[in-house]
T-cell receptor, first 112, second 117 residues
Framework: EAQVTQNPRYLITVTGKKLTVTCSQN?????MSWYRQDPGLGLRQIYY???????DKGDVPEGYKVSRKEKRNFPLILESPSPNQTSLYFC???????????FGSGTRLTVV | AQKVTQAQTEISVVEKEDVTLDCVYE???????LFWYKQPPSGELVFLIR??????QNEISGRYSWNFQKSTSSFNFTITASQVVDSAVYFC??????????????FGQGTILTVHP
């Protein structure tokens, strides 16, 4: 089954404790992206990747890092999480520009 | 810069009513794509439709229909004979076809639709 898999689905952590949210897709898609969803703001792009070793900032990259060492994986790293990063996070992949994204199931992160 | 506006924050209807969700977009690109996604209470994002900027034909899929009007930069979504299972947050999104944004989806704020029995 074609899918984007994110883990974990839920995470509660404390301020400053490094964490990684994993994302993997099995569709051989070139484009991958991370979004965060906050009430009243819709979804905003954090980082995106056009292919292996090619990544760039989205609209809200502060406090996040990503890497794309393999085509299928695109982890999101929070080196020092803060409470304002409490949000619902989505990973997504796309075969090409404009083709639409397949989204993962989301990761609900709470930073206390 | 691209922008998507969903002016209706929340809509409440009674089952079997028709409901239209509005979406207005801004872009300087001549080629772009428009999308609608549904987010049910379980939280996942479900793709509903993609429309490219050269195709202004309206589309109908069962109880769902979409009205794309380039002249007014709108891409509205109508649910006919709404059902309780239609209760969800609906997002309109815009993506360019090239340039430097590499297919980034710009989302509207979302419309919360509640369908009462």
């Amino acid at each position: 089954e074609a899918q984007v898999t994110q883990n974990p689905r839920y995470l509660i952590t404390v301020t400053g404790k490094k964490l990684t949210v994993t994302c993997s897709q099995n569709m051989n898609h070139e484009y991958m992206s991370w979004y965060r969803q906050d009430p009243g703001l819709g979804l905003r792009q954090i980082y995106y990747s056009m292919n292996v070793e090619v990544t760039d900032k989205g609209d809200v990259p502060e406090g996040y890092k990503v890497s794309r060492k393999e085509k299928r994986n695109f982890p999101l790293i929070l080196e020092s999480p803060s409470p304002n990063q409490t949000s619902l996070y989505f990973c997504a992949s796309s075969a090409r520009q404009g083709s639409g994204y397949t989204f993962g199931s989301g990761t609900r992160l709470t930073v206390v | 810069a691209q922008k998507v506006t969903q002016a209706q924050t929340e809509i409440s209807v009674v089952e079997k009513e028709d409901v239209t969700l509005d979406c207005v977009y801004e872009t300087r690109d001549t080629t772009y794509y428009l999308f609608w996604y549904k987010q049910p209470p379980s939280g996942e994002l479900v793709f509903l439709i993609r429309r490219n900027s050269f195709d202004e034909q309206n589309e109908i899929s069962g109880r769902y229909s979409w009205n794309f009007q380039k002249s007014t930069s709108s891409f509205n979504f109508t649910i006919t004979a709404s059902q309780v299972v239609d209760s969800a947050v609906y997002f309109c999104a815009l993506s360019d076809a090239g340039g430097t944004s590499y297919g980034k989806l710009t989302f509207g704020q979302g419309t919360i639709l509640t369908v009462h029995p």
